[in-house]
């Protein structure tokens, strides 16, 4: 059975960063991982690659030949691929008995990776959720959001509530308050009120977080996504023993973690010892 991660997001959202990190990160837990490129435009890879699209297409090609810009030339890029897709099957064949694959997808609106400063803005937090919610129902795949880049979380001012607020997404009517003190904001109250209830209605929504940097983070990602994408099964025989050796194991819940996170990326409210 074949494993992998498809990694999507919003341009800059740290994908490629991601692949290299997560790559060295598993060959290190003894996987063996193939990155495979799918982004044209992705001019110096920090990771060995497997499969890369360049082989295919260049972007730098289309966009002359074309007369296109850098998006256009995507697109084109894209559907090049899939009329193509037997090229991709071909290289990927060798690779499907015995690796774990990472696809490093160009930045798209759609995501999985978003920058975790987003929550500092509200109206890109909801549009973050949108996205997310949007990928979740079109991809119909296991799903894991992340709010990447978390060190950075308060690079652009403080968050107005606590950071399991924004990866547990449980009441969003919070939100809509704040949204209102905004002038901006309040001329589209009932549009977001109402993409705000879709998303709650759902509620299928919520962020894990990740500092590619930091090996505890990436380690609890990678039990989750091994969680979510059955990896956990693999290997084991199809028999009542062996699933009730998984479920008796202990899960390590997020409860705790996203105020673990927040104590160590974000800045504490009431500095009462500063007397200076
Ligand atoms: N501080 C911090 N910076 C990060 C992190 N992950 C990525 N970056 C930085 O974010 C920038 C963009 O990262 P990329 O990995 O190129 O992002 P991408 O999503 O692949 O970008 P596109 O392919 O252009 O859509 C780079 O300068 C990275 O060094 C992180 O966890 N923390
Ligand atoms: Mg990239």
Redesign the pocket.
């Known amino acids: 059975m074949v494993f992998g991660q498809v990694v999507i997001?919003?341009?800059?959202?740290?994908?490629?960063?991601?692949?290299?990190?997560m790559s060295q990160f598993l060959k290190l837990i003894g996987r063996k991982v193939a990155v495979i490129n799918l982004?044209p435009?992705?001019d110096s890879l920090p990771y060995e690659c497997a499969i890369n699209i360049e082989d295919l297409i260049k972007l730098s090609d289309v966009m002359t030949e074309h007369s296109l810009g850098p998006n256009g030339g995507l697109v084109y890029c894209m559907d090049y691929l899939e009329k193509n897709i037997d090229w991709l099957q071909s290289k990927l064949e060798p690779l499907l008995k015995d690796h774990y694959l990472l696809f490093?997808f160009?930045?798209q609106g759609a995501d999985s990776?978003v920058d975790a400063h987003l929550c500092s803005d509200p109206a890109k937090y909801i549009s973050a959720l949108i996205l997310s919610l949007s990928t979740m129902l079109h991809l119909e795949l296991p799903h894991i959001n992340v709010l990447?880049?978390?060190?950075?979380i308060e690079s652009y001012g403080k968050l107005s509530f606590n950071l399991d607020f924004y990866t547990d997404v449980q009441d969003l009517s919070y939100l809509q308050h704040h949204l209102d003190q905004d002038p901006r904001s309040a001329k589209f109250r009932k549009l977001t009120k109402e993409l705000c209830d879709v998303i709650e209605d759902f509620s299928i929504v919520n962020f894990t977080t990740?500092?590619?940097?930091d090996k505890e983070s990436v380690g609890n990602l990678v039990k989750l996504i091994d969680k979510s994408n059955g990896y956990i099964f693999a290997g084991i025989d199809a028999s009542a023993v062996e699933f009730s050796k998984i479920a008796v194991r202990q899960v390590d819940w997020d409860y705790y973690r996203a105020a673990a996170v927040q104590e160590k990326y974000m800045k504490d409210d009431e500095d009462f010892n500063n007397d200076d």
């Open positions: 997001g919003p341009p800059g959202s740290g994908k490629t960063t991601y692949c290299n990190g982004d435009a992705n490093d160009p930045g990776k990447s880049k978390i060190d950075l990740l500092d590619i940097q």
